[in-house]
């Protein structure tokens, strides 16, 4: 008997003392194998390779002592491509060097901290990994690169960019677990570029309807560089988070404390660089704390100014906008931005304003003459104390006071100099506020997130993010250039047809002079420049072979740019007529495309079935069309983009701009860009038209000429709408950012203004044409040299 009990006790010393393996496995099978008989301490390696369309599921048991480790031969060289995804489900699981990149894994989310709906992760990291360019097929699918479920699990020194498709980088799920604390920290989040509705968040930790429960969950040391998917970049939407010691740059958007309770944002580093729309923090909620951050350069205004307190809605539903209560915003530095913005409502029914709010030891310096501080609404629940601005601000509460402090440079940013260290004597705070923005600590009361004179970098600034794989400066440019093929295609029968089927890569066709027929309508998944001689020499025809009229000429099938320069394009056929010139792709894409046309005629686009010069389907979006020097004539409509109507306020193009180009006989509109829903989170779209001539256009009783309904930015200027005598409004400008400016209708309706739109030097006098081909005026117009560029009014340049 007792040679049997220390045979037993032999057997379980052997299993605690154990050697932990190291397996290599080279393809899934093995991979699957190694996970179901992994141990404590063990390390399963991935050997270096593309592993295509591999579902991981790393469900195992570690123990703190002895985690278990998932990782690739050599850091950054697994690349793990197609529908490949990891589910990481289990305790004390950690994975290390992975690649996922140019991947497609439609709903799922190539990450998932949860292995099945039983098995969590806890305790368990993601380290040294990157995903990148991994999109659905279209922008309105919404997956996560990162799902967070579980609790006490980290992110962290990993590379996270390229995301086009609806829903955050990282969520934070509490559904199954509330308390999570979660780490992320360290990593690199790259260029996210505007979805065009919401749902584009680079971050967010929870939902409204688990926005009352407690994360716990901590943000710190990224860096976040142009996330630019929507107004919230990092969006809070549950209690007890902290965002701390991150660098933002150049991103369009806030931290916004969405919905939850007590979240601490401090130590951040925010810098605009003045570009459009770029913003610092949103507070809503109750008890919540800004403190010791640093906004540099931010253009935003209203919900994305550099520090913005809303009104909230009484009794508001949770997913809605709580009342602010007891919040906290103190020491922090607000340099050359656009003004603080306190009690503002999102919705009119936004009425409750912030109560018990204190505003305290703030910094604010503008080089430039503007407010420091914009109210919106009844702020006397704010009180303020101890905040300084400099003498070129205006201000005028009580608790803010001019000062003639100075500044001067360090570590890339600017901080108060030590012989303005007086001047910015601060009050007692509750709480106090023991450190600053660089870790230091502050021995006296002083206004602002860096003691004056503290060189030493403000700890945003110091963090090694991203993985040690690929520099931030190759992932910035990560694309690798691509070789660009270079044709000369001789005009006669589908030899346009033939070069463009024919193509291998983006390539540039040259076309001389004379015909070019066409006998099918063209998909383009490359990327496509075509040259011509000019619109008058050189033309695109449909040949009289064609067994049918094409439905259109181009379509941009999986190409995301294509560039058209001096051709004349005829949609002109005996029989039926084609009923589009260009169209973007005809399903939805997470891709965006641009469209660059120059010194271009489109004539005889006619058909009357929703037939347009160019249309854009829904589920698509451009980043920006272009048109210039430019001719669109006896077609029934011309650029067509309002085929998003679902109310989520999504639309077509992020950038039209039409120069020196003219709309002729044309029986509907010329252009029609509009949104139907409006989402404050978005951008809203920008449209610029210069120089143009807009002549015979949608001549009805209820036509328009330029339909923008919906659309944020609209500027028209120095051109000319002319002879539509039956319109009787032939645009309706809405908004603060709609503006006609220097322009002369003549026989033509109303400019329909509404909303703070403006009307700038509109005339009403007769263009005196010397004819309508190419519209040269004749001696004593009035558009002579009357533009604001001191050019005509109108086509410039059209001798």
């Known amino acids: 008997m007792k040679i049997k009990v220390n045979i037993v006790i032999w057997f379980l010393l052997c299993l605690a003392f154990a050697k932990a393996q190291t397996i290599p496995v080279s393809d899934a099978s093995e991979l699957s194998q190694a996970i179901k008989n992994a141990q404590p301490g063990d390390t399963i390696v991935m050997i270096n390779k593309e592993w295509k369309d591999v579902e991981i599921k790393f469900k195992a048991i570690g123990t703190a002592q002895k985690p278990i480790v998932l990782r690739s031969e050599t850091a950054g060289s697994v690349k793990l491509t197609g529908n490949s995804t990891l589910r990481i489900g289990g305790d004390y699981l950690e994975v290390h060097g992975l690649w996922f990149e140019n991947g497609n894994v439609g709903k799922n989310n190539v990450v998932r901290f949860e292995a099945d709906s039983d098995t969590p992760a806890t305790n368990s990291r993601l380290t040294n990994s990157a995903i990148i360019n991994v999109n659905p097929d279209s922008r309105d699918i919404t997956n996560y690169y990162i799902a967070l479920h579980g609790k006490n699990n980290r992110i962290d020194h990993c590379s996270l960019l390229g995301k086009l498709n609806k829903g955050p980088a990282i969520a934070v799920r509490l559904k199954n677990s509330i308390v999570n604390n979660h780490r992320i920290d360290h990593n690199y989040f790259g260029e996210r570029l505007p979805l065009g509705f919401n749902g584009g968040e680079t971050i967010r930790i929870g939902t409204s309807t688990y926005s009352k429960q407690s994360s716990r969950t901590i943000v710190e040391n990224n860096f976040f560089e142009r996330c630019s998917g929507e107004m919230e970049i990092i969006s809070i939407k549950s209690a007890h988070n902290v965002v701390r010691n991150n660098l933002i740059l150049e991103s369009e958007g806030t931290i916004t404390l969405r919905h939850g309770d007590y979240n601490i944002i401090e130590g951040n580093v925010i810098i605009g660089n003045n570009l459009p729309k770029t913003g610092g923090i949103r507070m809503i909620n109750k008890g919540n704390i800004i403190r010791n951050n640093i906004i540099i350069g931010t253009t935003g205004k209203d919900l994305r100014a550099p520090i913005c307190v809303m009104n909230g809605i009484p009794n508001s539903e949770l997913n809605e906008y709580d009342p602010v209560v007891d919040g906290i915003i103190q020491n922090n530095t607000i340099i050359n931005c656009s003004p603080v913005t306190l009690g503002i409502g999102s919705r009119s029914n936004a009425t409750v304003a912030p109560v018990n709010t204190k505003f305290e030891n703030n910094l604010i310096y503008n080089s430039n003459r503007g407010l420091a501080i914009l109210s919106g609404d009844d702020i006397s629940g704010i009180s303020m104390a101890g905040n300084k601005v400099n003498s070129t601000l205006i201000e005028d509460f009580n608790g803010v006071d001019v000062v003639d402090f100075k500044l001067e440079a360090a570590n890339g940013i600017y901080i108060p100099t030590a012989d303005s260290d007086a001047l910015l004597a601060g009050v007692k705070t509750s709480p106090k506020v023991r450190v600053d923005a660089t870790g230091a600590l502050r021995s006296q009361l002083r206004a602002g997130a860096i003691v004056p004179g503290n060189f030493k970098p403000a700890i945003a600034l110091t963090s090694q993010a991203g993985v040690s794989f690929i520099k931030i400066d190759e992932l910035r440019n990560l694309s690798k250039d691509i070789a660009v093929t270079v044709l000369d295609v001789e005009p006669g029968e589908k030899t346009l047809e033939k070069a463009i089927k024919n193509m291998s890569g983006p390539t540039i066709l040259k076309l001389t002079e004379g ?285």
């Open 515 to 799: 015909n070019y027929f066409i006998t099918k309508a063209i998909k383009l998944s490359q990327n496509l420049t075509i040259i011509g001689r000019g619109n008058d020499k050189t033309f695109l025809k449909i040949s009289e072979e064609a067994d049918k009229a094409p439905q259109y000429i181009f379509r941009l099938n999986g190409a995301n740019e294509l560039k058209i320069k001096g051709i004349h394009i005829d949609g002109y056929t005996t029989s039926e007529t084609v009923k589009y010139g260009i169209t973007s792709s005809n399903n939805p894409s997470s891709d965006l495309y641009s469209l660059y046309l120059e010194d271009v005629t489109f004539i005889n686009f006619k058909n009357t079935d929703g037939g347009a010069i160019f249309k854009a389907y829904a589920g698509t979006k451009a980043d920006t069309i272009s048109i210039k020097n430019s001719r669109f004539k006896d077609s029934y409509r011309g650029l067509n983009l309002s085929y998003e109507n679902d109310e989520t306020g999504k639309y077509n193009a992020e950038h039209i701009r039409i120069e020196n180009s003219s709309f002729i006989d044309i029986d509907q509109f010329a252009i029609n860009y509009t949104r139907s829903g409006i989402d404050p989170g978005t951008r809203g779209g920008h449209l610029l038209i210069d120089h143009c001539i807009f002549y015979r256009v949608d001549d009805s009783d209820k036509g328009r000429i330029i339909k923008v309904n919906g659309i944020e930015n609209v500027h028209i200027k120095n051109s000319v709408i002319d002879n539509s005598r039956a319109t009787s409004s032939i645009v309706h400008l809405k908004g603060n950012n709609h503006v006609i400016e220097n322009c002369v209708v003549f026989n033509s309706g109303k400019v329909k203004l509404s909303a703070n739109a403006q009307e700038i030097n509109l005339e009403r006098f007769n263009p005196k044409w010397e004819n309508t081909e190419n519209f040269k005026v004749k001696n004593g117009s009035g558009l002579i040299n009357a533009g604001t560029d001191q050019k005509n009014i109108g086509l410039i340049n059209n001798d």
